[in-house]
């Protein structure tokens, strides 16, 4: 079974991080849902969440993917914890799947992950970063790096990354069982 980090910060998207998780958990994927301090967290649009844990405590974990919802000023929060951009860089580095949502690209951006690779965004979140080939499309894929563009594209971003820990199978069913159409 495949694990999952999911960061979660005060102002982070509610929408898109409790969409990763519930589809991830129903493709049967194992998922760790990380606050960056402990405790209640406000996520953009105010409502709580109570991680299952800290990112503290979570590094001490090996995990298959990381995944970075986006919503301000979590994405920012994201940005600026030295933890964060040295995990990214550490699961590229070995071959893991990173993966970001929204303005959370940035992120990955700010890391230095996304030079030369093509990514998508919240639009104009990535326009700081000229070494982005900046797309538009729901969902883009750059070898293990998977990007998406904000609370609309949550679903099929969440089964994109079922479909790459589990195949496309596993997201058939977990989509069908979803009454998307």
Known sequence: MSNVLVLFANGS????????????????????????QAGLLRGSRGTQIMPDTTLDEALSHDFDMVVLPGGQPGTEYLKKDARVLELVRRMEHAGRYVAAICA????????????????TSFPGSLDAFPKVSRQTKAV???????????????????????ERLSGKAKRDEVEAGLVRV
């Open 140 to 162: 883009v894929e750059d070898g293990k790096l998977i990007t998406s563009r904000g609370p609309g594209t949550a679903m099929d971003f969440a089964l994109t990354l079922v």
């Open 104 to 119: 959370a690209p940035s992120v990955l951006a700010a890391a230095g992950l996304l030079d030369g690779k093509h990514a």
């Open 13 to 36: 998207e509610e929408l898109e991080a409790v969409t990763i998780v519930n589809i991830l958990r129903r493709g049967g994927i194992n998922v760790t849902l990380a606050g960056l």
